[in-house]
């Protein structure tokens, strides 16, 4: 397998990476970000749905959602430049107006076709009603004409039942240095100081310089799932668990993630920063009840 790209090859422009800010969501928007993202091998998780196919949540598209262990890498490594910040925007307000009056625009339209729908679905009705005896169709079409009659006065489109489709592209990022200055700030929405965050962070710097892959394992009882190589070409061999060296864990919890860990088949790691700026690892293997 070949050595992915390391972080100290930054220094590139072509590896700057845009990052926008959704309240404490760090995004990435443009497709060269993403890329760029992934030759540093850093993974995220794509939130937007594709153009073609809007309701649905298989197939999903931009913008590509960072770890916060990902953005603070970036950051730490000087590989990202920021969006401006809300007095920097000079062009917001015309922004904003623009898209108030795209989505009133899309909202009349979808009324119109809402409208027509049920419309239709009525005159199908009378269609249909054809078929019985004439006493009976002539009675069910008067009612469905009053209807459709009462249609046009009465119909009511709610705002909340209009489809919205997610941007798939955005522009305006910068990499000037006052969005440098921005991205380096300590924001207040990030909780500071945090042992666990902290903790989190220094393994997940530790196995990204050895060449792991690394994804939230929210869903398998860990911090982190650790990929031998792309996790597109690989399935995930451990979960990691982050812990200060300190911190005490109940025998319940180790047993519980370990017997997890051996019914998906991979190793847990417990994953322990140490003073000298490396990271203890220990290994879990579920082998039976006794």
């Not at 959602?65 to 920021?82: S, V």
């Not at 989190?200 to 060449?211: A, P």
């Amino acid at each position: 397998m070949e050595d992915s790209p390391s972080m100290d090859d930054h220094q590139d422009s072509s590896l700057v990476v845009g990052v926008g800010l959704c309240d404490s969501a760090p995004l990435l928007w443009r497709l060269q970000d993403l890329k760029t993202a992934r030759r540093l091998g850093l993974v995220g998780a794509l939130l937007g749905s594709l153009p073609r196919t809007p309701r649905q949540n298989q197939r999903l598209g931009r913008p590509l959602l960072l770890l916060p262990e990902e953005e603070q890498l970036l950051r730490d490594e000087e590989a990202a430049g920021a969006l401006p910040g809300p007095n920097q925007d000079v062009g917001g307000a015309e922004l904003r107006r623009q898209f108030e009056e795209d989505q009133q625009r899309s909202f009349e339209e979808q009324s119109v076709l809402a409208l027509e729908d049920r419309k239709s679905a009525l005159r199908r009705a009378m269609t249909s009603s054809h078929t019985g005896s004439e006493s009976g169709a002539e009675a069910v079409d008067e009612a469905l004409c009053g209807r459709l009659e009462a249609l046009d006065h009465s119909f009511s489109f709610p705002q909340s039942a209009m489809a919205v489709q997610l941007s798939t592209a955005r522009a305006g990022l910068s990499y000037c240095p006052e969005a440098r200055a921005h991205l380096q700030a300590s924001w207040p929405i990030r909780e500071q100081n945090n042992p666990r965050s902290d903790a989190r962070y220094q393994v997940f710097r530790d196995l990204r310089g050895r060449g792991f892959y690394l994804t939230s394992a929210g869903k398998f009882g860990g911090d982190f799932l650790v990929y031998p190589g792309d996790p597109l070409r690989f399935h995930a061999h451990f979960i990691a668990v982050c812990l200060t060296l300190d911190e005490s864990i109940c025998l319940l919890d180790v047993l519980a993630v370990a017997r997890l860990g051996s019914n998906v088949k991979k190793t847990v790691l417990l994953c322990s920063p140490v003073p000298d700026g490396g990271v203890c690892y220990t290994s879990l293997q579920w082998s039976g009840m006794v």
